[in-house]
Structures are given as structure tokens and as C-alpha cells.
């Protein structure tokens, strides 16, 4: 019976999607220059999920812009690049950001 509770439990946990959502937002300090509905340091995340509604290649783009920084789309501040981020939760918050619009 035991083994039977562990290995269901141990299934949905291996089948619930990847972290993503604003738990994850704050554990990488995104939140530090991000806000989901108002520009702070950065823009919004509502403000990019509505520039980059319908376009195939933005989260692509997106996830390479996160992994290595940027500067002048959406302002004069760089954003620093996130190298210490895995790559799977680079792509999770990117997805979870181009829901936002």
C-alpha cells in the first residue's frame, strides 16, 4: 500500500509542469526591476507579453535576451544577463511572461 501512495505521489510530482509563476520570478530576483502590471526598473511583464503577442519568435528571443542581457528596446537601463539561471527555468519564466497579455 505504501509503495503504491509513494509512487503515485512521486508520478505527479514528475507530471506537474515546471515552477512558473511569480514564485519563480521572485527566487531569481526578477521582481527587483520587474512588476507584473507597472513599469519599475524594467518594463512590465504584462507591457512584454502584449509587444510580443502573435510573434513566433519571441520567446526564442526572449530566452536568449534573459540568458545574456540587453539594453535599448525598452530603455537606456541594461537588463545584466541571468547565466545562473538554468536554462529550463529560463524558458519556464518566458513562457509564464508571454502569458501574462
Known amino acids: 500500500m505504501r509503495i503504491l501512495i509513494v509512487t503515485a505521489l512521486a508520478g505527479a510530482f514528475l507530471a506537474a509542469p515546471a515552477l ?42 526572449l530566452i536568449q535576451k534573459v540568458k545574456k542581457g540587453g539594453a535599448g528596446v525598452w530603455g537606456p537601463i541594461p537588463m545584466p544577463p541571468n547565466t545562473a539561471v538554468p536554462d529550463a527555468d529560463v524558458k519556464a519564466l518566458v513562457e509564464w511572461i508571454l502569458k501574462q497579455g
Open 20 to 61: 512558473a509563476d511569480e514564485a519563480m520570478a521572485k527566487k531569481y530576483n526578477c521582481l527587483a526591476c520587474h512588476q507584473m502590471d507597472k513599469k519599475l526598473v524594467g518594463p512590465a511583464y504584462k507591457d512584454v507579453a502584449k509587444k510580443y503577442k502573435g510573434n513566433a519568435g519571441a520567446e526564442a528571443m
